[in-house]
């Protein structure tokens, strides 16, 4: 569900490009793409080090080598602009539900993670050369990670 009052449904659709081009970079182990979906000051709280999207990135990809692949998933996404007059220091804002799987191989036995989390969003618009700023990129200014569930398992192989 989404709730466009004071911008676009083109707004909406972007955000939630951005968001999916997010857990796209995670799995595909792209601390580049990573990093172009936050503003360079953004802030975040979660499992990742620090309180700032500069100090988690480099965690992101530690934690990266502990698993042979990942998928994010994205489930509902709520994202909310506020009507004109309304804005604060953040310009929208986004709850998007997100399912992940972790898998490894250890000793002989399949091991794998199931979290559930919610990625509580506030979003910007970054300037951009050239562009006027109602054309200028989404970005996530703040990122608050909310941990639903989580599941170890394992399985022998032969």
């Known amino acids: ?54 100090s988690a990135l480099p965690d992101l990809a530690t934690r990266w080598q502990e698993y042979e692949r990942t998928r994010h998933s994205i489930g509902c996404q709520l994202v909310e602009l506020p009507r004109p007059g309304e804005r604060g220091p953040f310009e929208a ?29 506030d979003l910007v618009r970054a300037p951009a050369e050239g562009r006027p700023a109602a054309a200028s990129p989404w970005r996530i200014a703040r990122r608050r990670v909310h941990t639903y569930f989580r599941l170890d398992w394992s399985h022998t192989t032969h």
């Not at 972007?14 to 000051?41: H, K, M, N, P, W």
């Not at 804002?93 to 509580?120: F, I, M, N, P």
């Open 93 to 121: 804002h986004a709850e998007t539900y997100v399912s992940v799987r972790q898998q490894r191989r250890r000793d002989g036995r399949l091991e794998g993670r199931w979290v559930v989390l919610v990625y509580r969003d």
């Open 1 to 54: 569900m989404s709730r466009a009052r004071g911008g676009s449904l083109g707004d909406v659709r972007a955000i939630r490009a951005l968001l999916e081009r997010y857990a796209e970079a995670v799995d595909a182990r792209d601390l580049g793409g990573v990093a172009s979906c936050f503003t360079e000051d953004a802030a975040y709280e979660g499992s990742l080090a620090g309180s700032d999207i500069r």
